[in-house]
């Protein structure tokens, strides 16, 4: 389980501040999805495992080949894991990856009938897939809210004082504690898309930025 939140309850100009920033994330996408590409629950849980330490892009480009050939725990059983490690060779740490996604495959086909088990403990204990991993899918999937704190929501949680947390966990905690609910299952894709694309991590762009009034940490990256 994720660690208690670490910051104080909030006082009401600051829930308004939160309010006001989700709202806008909201009007500029209200239905955010993962960039990853799948077409069911496996495809997904295996993109999200490759996607540790790899761009969404990079895995996109080895995956729409791989799932042409393996999009079900059974065909990915046929193809092996030697035959599995040419699709996936230009994603890091590949071996690994490889070794993971076809004992994931024999479990699913052995224990479940080749379905994905949409619950947090059945997930997280297969091979490869952590709570990050569980949480990006069950969130995807609209099964469970969650929030998978990343490098870039990690970063923009702090850029933005919505959490003080020191790891992943504790503001994955801050993070659930504080969003209004109706944002709760959209909240994770619109910050890391927000860190992806505006408050990068060496040049945010805060005059293109549409929370920048809302930012606390501005001042130190606007020019004047």
């Known amino acids: 389980m994720a660690r208690p939140a670490t910051r104080k309850p909030l006082k009401p100009a600051e829930k308004a501040r939160i309010q006001e920033l989700f709202s806008r994330f909201e009007s500029l996408e209200s239905d955010p999805r993962t960039e990853l590409a799948y077409d069911s629950p496996y495809t997904l849980v295996v993109a999200v495992a490759l996607s540790a330490q790899a761009t969404d892009v990079s895995v996109n480009k080895a995956t729409a080949k791989l799932f042409e050939v393996a999009d079900t725990p059974q065909k990915m059983l046929v193809l092996g894991e030697e035959g599995l490690k040419p699709f996936i060779s230009s994603i890091g740490l590949f071996n690994t990856k490889a070794k993971n996604v076809i004992r994931m495959a024999q479990i699913l086909v052995d224990d479940y009938g080749g379905e994905v ?12 897939v952590g709570r990050k991993t569980a949480s990006v899918v069950l969130n995807e999937l609209r099964v469970e809210p969650a929030i998978a704190v990343d490098t870039h929501v990690f970063r923009v949680s702090h850029r933005l004082a919505l959490s003080q947390g020191k790891t992943p966990d504790a503001v994955e905690a801050d993070l659930m504690a504080i969003v209004p609910e109706p944002y709760l299952t959209r909240a994770h894709h619109w910050l890391i898309l927000h860190g992806r694309y505006t408050c990068v991590a060496r040049r945010p762009k805060c005059e293109e930025c549409p929370v920048a009034d809302l930012c606390p940490s501005r001042h130190l990256f606007i020019r004047t």
């Open 117 to 128: 088990p949409l619950e947090r403990e059945k997930l997280q204990a297969l091979p490869g």
